[in-house]
């Protein structure tokens, strides 16, 4: 049995700070992004980045990732990539940058991966104002002088 076309697989979706490329052509992801803590809103992320691998699939594909606001509903950056996968073995990686993000509210963004229309993943994304700290820090008593 000869597949023409196969779904991929997402093998791995990770969103970050910055990914690079090395001269081997293998990925360097920086900053691993699990929640965003902040000292106060609104604040801009000066960029983001959504880094996906696929896998397992034949065929041409369109991949979509959106960055949606905690109402469930408004997309504040949206990504859109076309992609071929010749046979199950093969590999690709699209990297989506969002840059200048910024973040009105705090609450549970999203980030939502689609492969034609197909939602395959989401990720939350907590975004936390820290409790700002009343007053200065008190410094401990210096040592006492030699005599």
Avoid at 27 to 49: D, H, M, N, Y
């Amino acid at each position: 049995m000869n597949a023409s076309r196969i779904l991929p697989d997402l093998q791995a979706s990770l969103l970050c700070e910055d990914v690079r490329v090395e001269s081997s052509g293998n990925f360097i992801i920086v900053g691993v992004i699990s929640e965003v803590r902040v000292p106060q809103l609104p604040i801009t992320a000066f960029k983001l980045c959504v880094f996906n691998r696929w896998t397992a699939g034949v065929g041409e594909f369109n991949q979509e990732v959106r960055l949606v606001a905690p109402d469930g509903t408004t997309v504040l950056r949206k990504s859109a990539f076309k992609f071929a996968l010749k046979n199950p073995a093969q590999t690709t990686t699209n990297v989506s940058v969002f840059g200048q993000v910024e973040f009105k509210e705090q609450g549970v963004y999203t980030i939502e991966i689609l492969i034609d229309e197909v939602m395959k993943l989401r990720i939350p994304v907590p975004v936390i104002v820290l409790p700002q700290q009343q007053g200065k820090p008190q410094q401990p008593p210096p040592p006492p002088a030699a005599q």
